[in-house]
């Protein structure tokens, strides 16, 4: 299988520089500043070179998880994303019943 270019964005940060991912066998390879981008010189930082091992990382949680008990006791479940977006979609009603519709603000930056 030949090695396949994705363009992306780095989300490692809020500078949301432009990526380029090398993928073989849907597993990345190699992780670089995107080549058509001529300010970034073919570079990312160290922040974005280590996206590649977030993505490995074999803690990282790969399907949704509602949290069992009490906040900090490690007690969670997981559950399909039906149910996830579920709760979600409740708890921002609810938030939005209680404190008005301008109590919510969403961004792609954390």
Not at 36 to 56: D, F, Q, S, T, Y
Request: charged share 25%; glycine share 10%.
């Amino acid at each position: 299988m030949a090695v396949k270019k994705v363009y992306t964005i780095c989300g490692m940060c809020t500078g949301r520089c432009p990526a380029m991912a090398e993928v073989e066998y849907g597993r990345i390879v190699n992780l670089s500043g995107n080549p058509h981008v001529a300010a970034m010189g073919n570079i990312l930082c160290p922040r974005g070179l280590a996206g590649k091992a977030l993505v490995e990382d074999r803690h990282r949680p790969r399907k949704p998880m509602i949290r069992q008990g009490a906040r900090g006791e490690g007690k969670w479940r997981f559950v399909d994303w039906d149910e996830a977006l579920d709760v979600v979609a409740d708890r921002l009603k609810a938030t939005i019943a209680h404190h008005g519709p301008r109590t919510l603000a969403l961004s792609d930056r954390g």
